[in-house]
């Protein structure tokens, strides 16, 4: 199943997990994940997760600059938080609150463009028409 989360209440939505795989794409168009932890940045009107990564997941983010967070569920019936956005190297100064980022590593700044709970079916589901072996709903990206 999945529920689109509006982008005004992800803040509050992310504050319920712990962590996050972030999925990015290396030069070679193989998949490349790493778990991190992440925090909310506000310069001005515009808000964005912050989080430190090798310089080599910088490369890959920026590269493609369309990347996926997915905060796993916390218990095995729960919902995964997938959030879609862009990637931009942070340059300068670590902002307050964020720690000195560590030699070798970078500050990625991700900008959310749309973001879904999603979660397997239930024991017992019947496949939809459309052959969707999870309890998922379609979702306009214009609503996220």
């Known amino acids: 199943m999945s529920i689109p989360v509006e982008l005004a209440e992800l803040q509050v939505k992310t504050g319920e997990y712990t962590w996050a795989y972030l999925l990015t794409v290396r030069p070679e168009a193989t998949p490349h994940l790493v778990s991190l932890s ?30 996926t967070l ?7 019936d729960g919902y995964s ?3 879609d956005g862009t990637a931009s190297v942070h340059d300068g100064v670590a902002p307050a609150g964020i720690d000195a980022i560590p030699e ?3 500050l990625l700044r991700f900008t959310p463009t749309g973001a879904v709970l ?9 496949n939809s028409a ?14 996220t």
Do not use: Q
């Open 81 to 83: 938080l997938i959030v």
């Open 38 to 67: 992440t925090s909310w940045h506000h310069d001005g009107e515009a808000s964005a997760l912050l989080m430190s990564v090798s310089a080599g997941t910088a490369r890959n983010a920026t590269a493609g600059s369309v990347v």
């Open 130 to 143: 459309t052959g969707c072996a999870n309890d998922c709903l379609p979702v306009d990206a214009s609503t």
């Open 118 to 126: 999603h979660r397997s079916a239930a024991p017992g589901f019947a």
């Open 104 to 106: 070798g590593k970078a």
């Open 70 to 76: 997915c905060y796993p569920p916390l218990n095995h």
